[in-house]
């Protein structure tokens, strides 16, 4: 038993210096692409094409509907869409946390599982020594253009979310209330605040970097077998979720206390 | 090839660019509602307290907001400092003696500070002015003086609820009245203070124990009153018998002055008999030297007489030659007083 620990811990421990070590690579050639544009640039606007334009109906419909959706439950609570709150509770709820998060969310499920099968599947097809053979490394060629792609993507995708959602409220509010949607979006950007619009595109860009990061090492980590690839895709997806809300969590505390 | 990857660059162009765009009209609408381009006038003011402030708060006037709280710290007095700023489409209506209100909201604190503009004619106020709040005793005058434009006319709870935050003050005045005055009756009763209360407290003092003595010697002017009272209504009594139309006062004063006369008559005989004894002494006073000197022959003469009496007594011949006189015994004599 302790044998069997023993080794766990050393298995954990290599592995958790082995992606220490590609993540610090990853971002190093991330540097370096910035600086060489031309390299990978199909590559990333492949990617940004997959992530963000693939991802902008459903985004666009979720955040409709949901944003509809919250006034129609909250209108079921006494004088919710008449009170000046609405226009704060909507730009909380919706730019700062569920925007960012349910773009999050699907890009993990849409964009993050591709890369991880994308890039397992090359492994386990030996493109990534035809790559090397050639003078090209795979994480410079491979992983550095889709982390850029889908980091932007998140936050392009982030801002629609957040205008399709207000506008799905303001709507449904408006039809409601027999307020002008003009009138509701005046008062919903009376009630908008610098910091919001902050917190929405940190957490977006964040979270990009997050899920791009994780879906490369996990695509990159499979090591030869093709049923390995299915695997690393749900670690990556799990993985994936658990540090967004991690690090939601993070921004929050930090965006509260800059607030106070 | 399919559309998507002919024109990938163009839709990803377009798609970046009108995200872009959107960020940039949220902002640029945000930035114009709140007036985040729009020249701002800072001015300082003070508070008793932070309670109820807050930063990014709205400053009002008449109901319209003309500005916002920038800044609010403690300074060394342990005032709070308040750095707010109003936009400079407002400014020419910060008059001189302007004063900050921080309302009473119905239900907790108030949403917004209220300004009350100065009624004096001129300029407005520059950049980093004071302007008192009503928590300040400069504040409060200005309010109370009339000197601001202080909005009236709404409906019955808008005035009340304009009124209370000096409602809440005159009340804050005179229960710290009332806990000095507290305190000093405390100290006063105690008689350890030195002002004109405690002094008159102790002078009361004084006064009750000399009230006291008084108040005894009342009783005991009382008791005799009581007791006089007593003697009155006692038909047979010292007083009624002295005050009765046939006794002996009466008689005494309704005697047709038989008593005076007989009175009068010992007077003049004590007079002649004090005139007798005045000649007396005056005679006495004449023949004091002779008396003197018979006095001194006497006391020779019998100086002498004890000398000749020695002698006899101490003479043998003579011994014994005069009897003993016998004293007789008391024949009445206790029989106590013998020896046993």
Redesign the interface.
């Known amino acids: 038993m302790v044998e069997t620990l023993g080794r766990h811990i050393r298995q954990s421990l290599g592995q958790l210096s082995y992606a220490a070590g590609f993540q610090l690579f990853l971002f190093k050639e991330t540097f370096n692409f910035l600086g060489k544009r031309r390299i990978g640039l199909r590559v990333l606007?492949?990617q940004?094409?997959f992530t963000?334009?693939g991802a902008?109906s459903i985004i666009s419909l979720l955040s409709l509907g949901i944003g509809a959706v919250i006034i129609i439950q909250g209108a079921q609570l006494p004088d919710f869409l008449l009170g000046e709150q609405l226009y704060r509770i909507l730009i909380i709820v919706i730019t700062r946390e569920l925007g960012p998060l349910l773009t999050a969310f699907v890009i993990i499920a849409r964009s993050g599982s591709a890369i991880t099968t994308e890039l397992g599947n090359m492994v386990v097809s030996h493109e990534m020594e035809a790559y090397m053979s050639v003078g090209i490394h795979p994480v410079s060629q491979l992983g550095v253009p889709r982390l850029i792609g889908v980091s932007?993507s998140m936050?392009?995708?982030t801002?629609?979310s957040?205008?399709f959602g207000l506008l799905g409220s303001l709507t449904v509010s408006s039809i409601l209330t027999r307020v002008r949607l003009a009138d509701h979006?005046?008062a919903l950007?009376?009630n908008?605040?610098?910091v919001d619009?902050i917190a929405s595109?940190t957490k977006s860009f964040v979270f990009g970097i997050i899920i791009a990061a994780t879906s490369v090492y996990y695509g990159f980590s499979v090591s030869g077998a093709i049923t390995e690839v299915p695997v690393k895709t749900i670690r990556s997806i799990g993985v994936s979720i658990v540090l967004c809300v991690i690090a939601d969590g993070i921004i929050i505390w930090f965006t509260i206390l800059v607030a106070a | 090839m399919k559309f998507?990857?002919r024109h990938?660059?163009k839709?990803?162009g377009i798609?970046?660019l009108v995200?872009?765009l959107?960020?940039v009209i949220?902002?640029a609408?945000?930035?114009?509602?709140?007036k985040?381009f729009t020249k701002k006038i800072y001015f300082t003011s003070l508070f008793t307290s932070a309670e109820g402030l807050k930063v990014g708060m709205g400053v009002n006037l008449r109901g319209f907001q003309v500005g916002r709280v920038k800044n609010i710290s403690l300074n060394a007095d342990n005032q709070v400092d308040l750095d707010f700023y109003i936009y400079v489409t407002y400014h020419d209506r910060i008059l001189p003696d302007s004063v900050l209100v921080l309302p009473s909201g119905l239900l907790g604190a108030a949403a917004a500070l209220e300004i009350y503009p100065g009624l004096v004619e001129g300029l407005p106020l520059p950049y980093g002015t004071y302007i008192p709040s009503t928590q300040t005793v400069e504040g409060k005058m200005l309010v109370k003086t009339r000197r601001v434009d202080r909005p009236t006319g709404g409906d019955a709870i808008t005035d009340i609820l304009a009124e209370l935050p000096e409602i809440l003050d005159n009340l804050d005045e005179t229960i710290v009245s009332i806990g000095n005055l507290s305190s000093s009756l405390k100290t006063g009763i105690e008689g350890e203070g030195n002002d004109a209360f405690s002094s008159t407290v102790r002078n009361l003092e004084d006064f009750s124990a000399g009230l006291d003595l008084s108040i005894r010697d009342v009783n005991d002017i009382t008791a005799s009153l009581a007791n006089l009272a007593v003697e009155l209504e006692d038909p047979t009594g010292l007083v009624p018998t002295l005050l009765d139309p046939t006794g002996s006062l009466d008689t005494l004063l309704n005697d047709d002055n038989v008593l005076w006369d007989h009175i009068l008559s010992i007077i003049v005989q004590l007079e002649g008999a004090a005139a007798g004894v005045n000649s007396l002494s005056t005679s006495l006073a004449g023949i004091s030297p002779q008396l003197a000197l018979t006095l001194d022959e006497t006391i020779r003469s019998l100086t002498q007489a004890q000398k000749v009496m020695e002698g006899l007594q101490n003479n043998p011949i003579l011994k014994r030659g005069i009897s003993e006189e016998t004293v007789p015994e008391n024949p009445g004599a206790d029989t106590r007083e013998d020896e046993f």
């Open positions: 606007i492949m940004i094409l963000g334009v902008l932007l936050v392009l995708l801002a629609y957040n205008v979006l005046s950007f009376a908008f605040y610098l619009i595109i | 998507k990857f990938a660059n839709i990803v798609f970046t995200a872009m959107l960020l949220i902002t609408f945000a930035g114009v509602s709140k985040w």
